[in-house]
């Protein structure tokens, strides 16, 4: 069965660090990886997209890795904010097979909280 | 820039009702999903939609849903018979491509309360 699972499960940090979030994955066949952002009582929002060629990829203070070897990425947060204070939802994707765009898998999140 | 909308934001209904549950995708997008979230729980594929018919539904996917896309804008989620277990927040989202790192834009969600 296709799992995506995340650590830590929640993470409070101070405005201004950084902290970097994991996830393992167990998805078959494997199309691409995504991270999103979710706040509370909203939708997912992306952040990245990786496919299994692509090791790292940034959009502004956030940076994912893939080791697609391992099935293992992560998310980096540099210089955290207190607009960064969400879930965030690795996501992995499966293409299907019969043109139905992609099946997302996605992780339980980790509920990042920053403080002042 | 272009947004997934979904009504209503929220729908309180009693057990045993319909609900259809409504979505405007991206006016280019050719795919269409539905998905749910349980409180406290992850986001769970319930099925996609292309060409106007299904491509792929998951087990929670049963008899007692179905999705229409009734006009050009329109892509409906509805719950024939409602159950206890079917409160949950409800995703809808909607990809330009098929392959590929294709974005999926979500919608902010309808959340259904079954009492």
């Known amino acids: 069965k296709n799992q995506v699972e995340q650590s830590p499960q929640s993470l409070i940090i101070l405005e201004g660090k950084n902290c970097t979030l994991q996830c393992n994955y167990t998805v078959s066949p494997f199309s691409n990886l995504r991270w999103y952002k979710q706040d509370t009582g909203r939708g997912p929002v992306s952040l990245t997209i990786?496919?299994?060629?692509?090791n790292t990829k940034s959009n502004g203070r956030y940076t994912a890795t893939l080791d697609a070897d391992t099935k293992q990425s992560s998310l980096h947060i540099t210089a955290s904010q207190l607009s960064d204070s969400a879930s965030y939802i690795c996501v992995v994707s499966e293409e299907l097979r019969r043109g139905g765009g992609n099946k997302l898998t996605f992780g339980t999140g980790t509920q990042l909280k920053v403080e002042l | 820039e272009p947004e997934v909308t979904q009504t209503p934001s929220h729908q309180v209904t009693q057990m045993g009702q319909e609900v259809i549950l409504r979505c405007v995708p991206i006016s280019n997008h050719l795919y269409f999903y539905w998905y749910r979230q349980i409180l406290g729980q992850k986001v769970e594929f319930l099925v996609s939609?292309?060409?106007?018919?299904?491509?792929?539904k998951s087990e929670i996917f049963d008899d007692q849903f179905s999705v229409e896309r009734p006009d050009g804008s329109n892509f409906t989620l509805k719950i024939r018979s409602t159950k206890l277990e079917d409160s949950a927040m409800y995703f809808c989202a909607s990809s330009w491509t098929l392959v590929g790192a294709n974005v999926l834009t979500f919608g902010a969600g309808s959340r259904l309360t079954v009492l």
């Open positions: 939609f292309y060409n106007n018919e299904i491509s792929e």
């Open positions: 990786m496919t299994f060629s692509e």
